[in-house]
């Protein structure tokens, strides 16, 4: 399971773009981040994930569009690039990601 808390308020984007990256070489995935500009931590990994919004409100962020899940709600995906935005308060999401090598 892994939480998202929305973007904070007042925040250069700059710092959140350096925060992302801070972020994804902390566990080793630095080289996974992608379109900074579309996303803070809009990255790309070469998995099957499966994950469902558990609770709160989130919006899965794709190359040309994005899509506001409800908690029930399951995204299956492989090797997209993507990133996730809650809105509203966290959002606490399973994933389920699988390795396809």
């Known amino acids: 399971?892994?939480?998202?808390?929305?973007?904070p308020a007042?925040?250069?984007?700059?710092?959140?773009k350096a925060a992302a990256r801070e972020r994804f070489a902390q566990f080793g995935a630095a080289h996974e981040l992608r379109d900074q500009d579309r996303h803070p931590a809009m990255h790309q990994t070469e998995t099957l994930d499966?994950?469902?919004?558990?609770?709160?409100?989130?919006?899965?962020v794709l190359d040309d569009s994005e899509t506001r899940l409800q908690?029930?709600?399951?995204?299956?995906?492989?090797?997209?690039?993507?990133a996730w935005t809650a809105h509203n308060?966290?959002?606490l999401l399973l994933a389920v990601l699988i390795?396809?090598?």
């Open 89 to 91: 308060g966290p959002a």
């Open 99 to 101: 390795d396809r090598s």
């Open 1 to 7: 399971w892994f939480v998202i808390e929305p973007p």
């Open 50 to 60: 499966i994950i469902c919004l558990i609770s709160g409100e989130a919006s899965l």
């Open 10 to 16: 007042g925040v250069a984007a700059e710092a959140m």
């Open 71 to 82: 908690p029930g709600q399951i995204v299956i995906q492989r090797g997209t690039s993507h």
